[in-house]
T-cell receptor
Framework: GAVVSQHPSRVICKSGTSVKIECRSL??????MFWYRQFPKQSLMLMAT?????????EQGVEKDKFLINHASLTLSTLTVTSAHPEDSSFYIC????????????FGPGTRLTVL | EDQVTQSPEALRLQEGESSSLNCSYT??????LFWYRQDPGKGPEFLFT???AGEEKEKERLKATLTKKESFLHITAPKPEDSATYLC????????????FGPGTRLSVLP
């Protein structure tokens, strides 16, 4: 149980294009989903918190117009990196908080984004 | 300032050589401490949640313990497949639903 999927697992795009990453909770309902960014050999950096049906809350320094987050249902959240640039290349990981077990976050497998 | 540190930064063990990883925290109101395992290029895999001092959780070769200032992840007779980065995270009362992550400990178990 408590499985979170992400799609795609890897994406390569040209500078200036937009990329959408999907995060799904497969066997539970997630009222809250989180988006993280991780650089090589570093820990996770929280980008934003999204609650189903409401606007995401972004961490300080994260551009909300560049990283668009939508949490339209209890099982799906999307992160769109708009007008991507090489410095946006990173490993993006989502997590979901089980609606029943309200503390534990379950993580997706991550998406490796490379912007050329 | 709420802070989570982990030590050592990296640890190399021989197969079967037991050891412990440390997660120390200075936070204003602990709501839960979480251990995760992360393999290279993958998302963190949930291991344990601890809520109060004195609590212990076990899973196969791993045992997590919690005091008022720190948590230990004990690894008994590790195997090469235990090699990974181990992350701890805390949830704090005045930080909403978010976690504060430690930097992680990279564990290598040599055959």
């Amino acid at each position: 149980g408590a499985v979170v999927s992400q799609h795609p697992s890897r994406v390569i795009c040209k500078s200036g294009t937009s990329v959408k990453i999907e995060c799904r909770s497969l066997d539970f309902q997630a009222t809250t989903m989180f988006w993280y960014r991780q650089f090589p050999k570093q820990s996770l950096m929280l980008m934003a918190t999204s609650n189903e049906g409401s606007k995401a809350t972004y961490e300080q320094g994260v551009e909300k117009d560049k990283f668009l987050i939508n949490h339209a249902s209890l099982t799906l959240s999307t992160l769109t990196v708009t007008s991507a640039h090489p410095e946006d290349s990173s490993f993006y990981i989502c997590s979901a908080r089980d609606r029943v077990s309200t503390d534990t976050q379950y993580f997706g497998p991550g998406t490796r984004l490379t912007v050329l | 300032e709420d802070q989570v540190t982990q030590s050592p930064e990296a640890l190399r063990l021989q197969e079967g050589e037991s050891s412990s990883l440390n997660c120390s925290y200075t936070v204003s109101g602990l709501r839960g401490l979480f251990w995760y395992r992360q393999d290279p290029g993958k998302g963190p895999e949930f291991l344990f949640t601890l809520y109060s001092a004195g609590e212990e959780k076990e899973k196969e070769r791993l045992k997590a313990t919690l005091t008022k200032k720190e948590s230990f992840l004990h690894i008994t007779a590790p195997k090469p497949e235990d090699s990974a980065t181990y992350l701890c995270a805390v949830r704090i009362y005045n930080y909403g639903q978010n976690f504060v992550f430690g930097p992680g400990t990279r564990l290598s178990v040599l055959p």
